[in-house]
């Protein structure tokens, strides 16, 4: 028992070790807010009163500040701009808006543009849209009355009307942005971008009921690219927040097999140029770095002619991809994408070769420009590689070029800009540009350009040999690393790089790091620094690059000093991509350097619960289950209920349930994959397994079951000996206050009928408002109940009524069998009760005089059903029996929680079935019962 409890300790504390790293493990609000130069007003717009009858919660907003919402709401919106629909996500507000309209009103005031954008935010009264499915249709039906009422407000525009929306939707305000597309009479013209912030797009955060899982299955169908009948006119752009946002991890904001895949983008903040940051789930629309980036987008998906946004969809995503992937430094309109022309070299200027490999420049200003160019010898290209790193602010700075043989120099130099990358932090302007051997064997030279400027300027090319520099890191495994870490617990892996006469650049390649269950820290220290005197600061980079979903982690520190950066993923490597992920080392040349790779196991358990942590409700409810299964075995086989603790202990092991659940997914999986197979599983009506949502998603492992098991199974048997010890406490406090009041046999008449009317009120409630005061209910009368027999039971032992026929400790074993079994059904209505909470929260939130009822109430049937049966056992008494349905339901009991591993891994909503059918067994079991004599003496 002790080595038990110490494992279970053990368990118990990596996981909230893992809970701890979750909650706290990432980066500072590195966010600037957005400030407002104005007071932002919201003007309400008057919509047509068939759609406020129908949709009485909702709302339409206009936003605006000072005089140009003065001006607008004096010319009763008739509006010359270009329309934009801010859409809120769950319990958002539709005043989340001012940051994106802010922002887009002062740049256009301070570019003089001749345009703007005219915000618009619908107020969806703050509803749970991310965990209540049912309120999605509605919002999604009112979001298209929305647009058909913003594109009226333009009818006095005599040209360049806008005939399109642009829509902005934060969390499921981005999935209902999506839904307008199964909607029948949706006309797909009147929207061409959509863009999306921290919207979980792939699957629910939690499957919780039905309604939102069949919701999430009609749009990502309408938009998959298996059909052929997803939106081609449309162009989306997804956001996620990076390791902050603890709610949608970028792997479920991705837009992978969404829409067509030339006309959508995915970035995480992490990643946007100029942003780096890193945003939790509501700053992800006011944190400035991320405005500024998506506002200047919108500016330049605006087509200059009609002062709309571009019918070409090719522009926008240009303009999206260019701000949130591939900032080059200047402005979008003249970056060197736009204009690929040869640069003409100067004649007067000075132009110098060398035939260095490395080159370190710098400067407190330069009192005439220059070109700088290194010849590229065509033996040794091709296994070589070129790096240039700048802060010259100039948008041509780096190129390269072929001379005529002989000539001392080229004529013109073909820019490299749209290979450059901007660097951390944005103050230090600091580029990068890499080529590969392949583009250096088409050159002779490499030219530098550095201009004339009064600022500070730093350039340094390195052309170096691959094969010194691009290091292949072979990343061990979950179970080889806790081999080789038994003894070792802090066990790393170290590599030393070579002195400053190497360079400053190292690519080192992640070779395993492709599932989310894997978390490493990478540290660079530095072994020796020489003592430098520079007026350009510099700082050293980590640039952790994810290929498959364009994500990149950075990490800076200063000479001298150690760099850290944490090696995890938030997506899956999907199954046929075949790059790994990196490791970028931009290092100061002043220094020498090793570079060391080990387990963190915080990082690993907090991946675990960042990952699969809401996946656990099932496990808890299975926990139950097998707990009762033990307790209906032992009283068909002994006519004893044994505790809720004890039953646990002995029957709910893991090794009871996973193994078995594990053999039966294999075997349905083979089945399924036979034609015939899958024909006979389609027919008799059996779903899916979840494990396959988990490998759609690359995040399937095989010991995701088993720790989930076993974390919900350590954390259940502290809680259910807490909740003992409770009821214990509450019957000793019982027995004392009828000791005093001499409670009789009118107190036991009293709770035989209080139990029956509450039950009987449960049910109607259930039925008429709301499903989960059913199970508030259940849970209520069971706890009294586990609390009067226990007891009753106490007061027989102690021998207050003791009689020498011995019926007084048959009727003692009686009462504790009824407690011991209404104990465990508290636990299960409790679970149940969680799971259904929502829908109650919802009813209390929207109940009004004239609608009691909550409307596709998804916690009606088992509401109801909690009720019907306990009102079938009540009326049983204490008196529990056995017969062919009672012998078996243990059996039912077990192989429902095997198949809760398999169905309800995800689709949490389906517990509710196994509950509301293992209770109506039950009630047929009990009604249907004959006495058992119990046997004496046995311990409970």
Partial sequence: MIVKAAVLCLFLGLFSFGLYDVL????????????????????????????????????????GEGQYASSAQKSKFQLHGIPVLFIPGNAGSYRQVRSLGSVALRMASSLNSKFQFNFFSIDLNEELSGIYGPVLMDQSKFTYECIKQILNLYSSMSKNKPNSVFLVGH????????????????????????????????????????????????????????????????FIVSTGGGYRDILVRNGLASLCKIGDPSLRLFASTMSIPKAWVSTDHLAHVWCKQVVMATVRAMFDCVDRSTHQISEDRAVCRMAFLYHYQINLGPKFIDSPASNSQPLLVKEDTEWSTAKTNLWDYEAKQVAAEFYHSFEIDKNVSTDHALLAISNVEDKSWFGGCLAPPGAKKCKNIRTFDDNADLLPPAKLKFKAIHLDGQQLSDLTHSVVHVPKTKQPVKVLVDIYKVADRHIIFQMPHLLRFLKNSVMAFDSEVTI??????????????????????????????????????????????????????????????????????????????????????????????????????????????????????????????????????????????????????????????????????????????????????????????LPTDDTVTLKDQDIWHPLIPLLLYVMAFSFMTFYSRAIEAIIDALSAFYAFACRRICCGQWTNAVFHWVQYLLLISGAAAAYWLCGTMGLIVCLLTHIIKAVVYRTKAGILENGAAVEKDGRADKERMLHLNASNLCFSLSLLFALTLVLNSIPFIVWCKTITSENLSLHLDPSRNIGVIACISSLILVSRGHSLGINILMSNLSIVAYASSVLMVIYCLVSVYRISYFVSAFLILLALSTRNSTGLKPQKDKVM
């Fill in 24 to 63: 706290t493990n990432f980066e500072t609000n590195n966010c600037e807010m957005t400030y407002m130069f104005e007071t932002p007003e919201y003007l309400k717009i008057k919509l047509n009163q068939n759609v406020t009858s129908q949709f009485p919660r909702y709302n339409l907003y206009f936003y």
């Fill in 171 to 234: 969390s499921m305000g981005g999935l209902i942005a999506r839904a307008l597309y199964t909607l029948p009479d949706f006309d797909r013209t009147v929207v061409n971008t959509i863009l999306t912030q921290a919207t979980p797009h792939q699957m629910p955060l939690i499957a919780i009921d039905p309604v939102i899982v069949d919701f999430y299955s009609k749009v990502n169908g309408q938009w998959s690219d298996e059909l052929r009948g997803f939106p081609r006119n449309v």
């Fill in 496 to 685: 030393p790089l070579r002195s400053s006469e190497s360079g400053i650049f190292y690519n080192l390649t992640m070779e395993g790091l492709d599932s989310p269950f894997q978390a490493y820290i990478f540290e660079v220290v530095p072994t020796e620094c020489s003592k430098v005197n520079s007026d350009v600061q510099f700082l050293s980079l980590m640039k952790f690059h994810i290929p498959w979903s364009h994500e990149h982690t950075y990490s800076t520190f200063q000479l001298g000093q150690k760099g850290r950066l944490s090696l995890k993923l938030q997506s899956g490597k999907p199954l046929n991509f075949s790059e790994d992920v990196q490791l970028h080392l931009y290092l100061d040349r002043a220094c020498a350097y090793k570079v060391s790779v080990r387990l963190s196991w915080s990082e690993l358990f907090g991946q675990f619960l960042r990952f699969y942590g809401l996946y656990v409700p099932s496990f808890f409810v299975i926990q139950v289950l097998m707990s009762l299964s033990w307790q209906l075995k032992k009283l068909s086989s002994e006519g004893i209920v044994p505790r809720f603790s004890a039953s646990h202990s002995v029957w709910a092991l893991p090794y009871r349930v996973v193994p078995l659940a594990m053999m039966l997914r294999m075997l349905l999986s083979l089945i399924r994959n036979t034609e015939d197979g899958s024909r006979i599983l389609k027919a008799v009506g």
